[in-house]
């Protein structure tokens, strides 16, 4: 066995040990297919009033202007489908903020994996990536063998469906490249159909300043009236797309505790979230990704709901 292939298995070995679902590793080098895409994207202005997607165009589609000598991206998938969700007829946030911030949960298993691989093989560069720089995550985890991107834009697989989180490690090491997946999305458009806000506007392209999650999180201003009645109940992001995806029924619940949402956040029903105090805000979302849109936007999310 080569060093290469020894190391390899070192990685993914380890990444299965830390709990990640699994582990797919790519050459690190320009996304030559994902170019075009992500221009025409800009251009036609699907990313709203996201104005840092405009940003480092350069460094989202090469890795090595974002780590310097950098040889090989190592993508991994953190499981985050829950045992329990909310009841259909509350207001509803999405499955991936119900319990820790996923930034952090996820950046220390990373960081342990990093320093996992410099404690086994030596002096390894790299950085740890959790949807927070100009990595796209989808498109290296598709190139990694992790899945295909679906027509509702995520990430797909098989064996597990589409409910997990996607991080990377861009490290300046050889090791052995995964193979590409096919796309399995067939004909099936219940992604497309089932979009409240038709969001989805051809297979494979999501503009996403009409997506819900896009109102509810991104957009600091009022949420346009045109899409009242069509929020389907979301008060923070949404997973209809993933919901309704024939691969989801494959779906298993994670193992990581820091994932469980808080007790009251289950039990509360629509009056409850509508009288909600700052306090109780606090407490529900003590650690939350649902912090970001903090306790006015998410009032006003309510309030549009509600109307």
């Known amino acids: 066995m080569n060093n290469k292939s020894k190391y390899t298995q070192l990685i993914k070995t380890e ?3 830390l709990g990640f679902l699994s582990c797919g590793i790519s050459k690190a080098e320009f996304l030559e297919e994902e170019a075009p895409r ?41 499981n ?14 999405s499955k991936y903020a119900y319990g820790n911030d996923y930034h952090f949960v996820i950046k220390d298993k990373l960081k342990s994996l990093l320093h996992f691989i410099q404690d086994e093989i030596g002096e390894v560069g790299g950085r740890a990536f959790v949807d927070s720089a100009p990595v796209l995550d989808k498109a290296w985890a598709a190139k990694s063998g992790l899945g295909w991107i679906g027509k509702h834009s995520n990430l797909l697989s098989q064996q597990v469906g589409s409910f997990y989180f996607i991080a990377e490690l861009i490290i300046d090491l050889d090791l052995e490249y995964d193979m590409v997946t096919t796309d399995h999305c067939g004909t099936c458009t219940a992604c497309i159909d089932a979009c409240p806000t038709e969001a989805i506007t051809e297979p494979y392209v999501v503009d996403g300043s009409k997506c819900i ?34 691969w989801n ?20 029903s629509k009056k409850d979230w509508e009288e909600i105090t700052e306090v109780t805000f606090q407490k529900v979302f003590k650690k939350s990704a649902v912090k970001r849109t903090k306790f006015s936007g998410l009032k006003r999310n309510i309030n549009f709901l509600k109307e």
């Not at 829950?82 to 259909?88: A, G």
């Not at 600091?220 to 009236?225: A, D, G, L």
């Not at 029924?249 to 509360?268: C, G, T």
């Open 249 to 268: 029924r494959f779906s298993k619940s994670h193992k990581e505790p820091l994932f469980n949402p808080h007790p009251e956040l289950l039990s509360m």
């Open 15 to 17: 990444a299965k040990r």
């Open 80 to 93: 985050y489908f829950p045992s329990e969700e909310q009841s259909k007829d509350s207001f509803r946030i």
């Open 38 to 78: 992500l221009e025409k994207w800009l251009n036609n202005n699907m990313h709203g009033q996201m104005q840092y997607m405009e940003n480092h165009f350069d460094k989202r589609l090469d890795p090595t202007k974002l780590v310097e000598g950098s040889k090989s991206v190592v993508s991994l998938l953190l």
């Open 213 to 246: 999650s896009y109102f509810t999180i991104e957009l600091k201003e009022n949420i346009p009236s045109e899409f009242k009645g069509k929020m389907d109940d979301w008060m923070f992001g949404c997973d209809v797309c993933q919901d309704v995806c024939p």
